[in-house]
Each structure stands twice: as C-alpha cells, then as structure tokens.
C-alpha cells in the first residue's frame, strides 16, 4: 500500500516528507487477514511536522494520547475459533508470533468470545470495501457495508466477513485513559 506524508517546517510550503510502501503484516492466528500500519504515535501529535516519527515498536493498540492509523483487509470466512486440530505447542507459536508482531494484541482479546476484544481508545472506522460485520458484545451484529463509518468507544466488539471478497476496513484509534486512568483494559 502507497504511503504519502505531507510535512514542513511550518514557515514555507510543504513537502513530501514520505512516498514509500507500507507492506501487510500477516499473522497465522488471523490466515489470510492483512494489517497495515500506516502511522503511529505514542504521544499527542504536533504541529510542525517536518520528519517522520520513529517507529513505534510499543503496544499495537495506543495508550492514553496516542494514535493509531491502518487498514485491514479481513478474508471470507476468517473465524476466530481455534482450529482444533492445531495442537497446544502450535497454538503457543502461534500465539507467540501475534504478540511480537502486534504487542500487546493478545491482552485486548477476550478468551471466552472468539474476535471480541476491548481496548482504551475512542475508534474511528470507515468501510473501504466488501461487506462484513460489527458484533458487539451482548451478540448484536451490526451489517457494514462501502462508505459506512462507525465510532466505537472503548466497547468490547469483534469484526467478521461473511462475504465472497475481503472486507477492507481504515482505522483510527485515539487513545484515551481508561477508568482507572492507565490507557488499559
């Protein structure tokens, strides 16, 4: 995916400060799905921007003041149950390789509702392409469709794809400080 950024120094024009690709992240718990990470910042951003960030190599999910903007791209059929005829050891791996690619992830997730998962921040969704599903926690689905945008606040909620073609999703997570404070769940 084309990444462009647009910065300067505040005092003249503005310049491409990026014009590189942001390539998927995949993860054999998720076969199938794609995950980019366009932009991440760890504190409130400011204004002027004249270089990139460093890279975040913090949770995947931001904390209190921090952002997270991606798309993801989720296949037909992608379920959330384990497969089970995935032994315990490969599931470990499995599991393993989500966290250190995506710190943090696997804590956000609910063990006993496969896909639901809750995190610190105010989200900012909006449905690029397919069709798919929004399931809160109390069960109800909610159909998306292209152009559709959802708000969700910090609410337990898990996304699904019963189509024939990916259901393809950009995202904004504001961090926010949780209730007691921390940015956690």
């Not at 491409?16 to 991440?40: F, H, M, N, S």
């Not at 003041?65 to 032994?87: H, K, N």
């Not at 397919?130 to 152009?147: A, I, M, S, T, Y």
Request: proline content about 11%; hydrophobic content about 40%; charged content about 20%.
């Amino acid at each position: 995916m084309r990444r462009i950024v647009v910065g300067g120094n505040g005092n003249g024009p503005g310049r491409v400060l990026a014009d590189d690709t942001v390539d998927p992240l995949t993860l054999a718990l998720l076969p199938g799905a794609e995950l980019y990470r366009v932009w991440e910042l760890d504190e409130p951003p400011a204004l002027p921007v004249g270089t990139l960030p460093p890279r975040t190599e913090t949770s995947y999910f931001p904390g209190p003041a921090g952002v997270r903007f991606g798309i993801i791209s989720i296949p037909p059929g992608l379920t959330y149950e384990p497969d089970p005829e995935v032994s315990e050891e490969q599931m470990a791996a499995v599991v393993a390789e989500a966290e250190e690619k995506l710190p943090g992830m696997m804590a956000a997730f609910d063990p006993d509702a496969p896909g639901v998962h809750r995190t610190a921040s105010v989200d900012f969704v909006v449905v690029l392409a397919g069709e798919g599903r929004l399931r809160l926690d109390d069960g109800v689905d909610v159909p998306l469709r292209q152009g559709d945008c959802v708000v969700q606040h910090g609410m337990p909620h898990a996304w699904f794809n019963d189509g024939e073609v990916p259901f393809v999703f950009s995202y904004t997570l504001c961090g926010v400080a949780d209730g007691d404070g921390t940015g956690t769940s």
